[in-house]
């Protein structure tokens, strides 16, 4: 399976965004998945980067049969709003969205399955 990755990304290095990806982007690709998503170094700086940057994730988006999202999904917390339109967008179109440690098991078990 293909799996997007969405994850808070403001107010942070390149760095710190990749670190906060690595685990579960190698757990996954152990797993037999394809990850998508992370870090965009091409933006243009505009007033708007942020809105280009979700519309290439979009763009990944589109291709992939998942989505994982970084961290856990609690009622009393706001989603970064980046991460809350790639998770709207993905439930509106059928795309399965993943949350926090419980998603990534569900879906490394998965991927396992597949490969056996």
Known sequence: MK???SQPMKGKTKEEIEADSALACRLLELAGH???GGY??????????????????LKMLSRC????????RDKNT??????EAEIHCA????????????GLRRLCFQGLKEKA
Do not use: M
Request: glycine share 12%; net charge negative; hydrophobic share 35%.
């Open 3 to 5: 799996i997007f990755i």
């Open 34 to 36: 394809e990850v998508l």
């Open 40 to 57: 965009q170094d091409n933006s243009p700086k505009t007033k708007h980067e942020a809105l280009w940057c979700l519309g290439a994730s």
């Open 65 to 72: 049969d998942a989505l994982y999202y970084i961290g856990e």
């Open 78 to 83: 706001e989603l970064p709003r980046g991460c």
């Open 91 to 102: 439930g509106s179109y059928g795309i399965p969205v993943f949350y926090g440690e419980e």
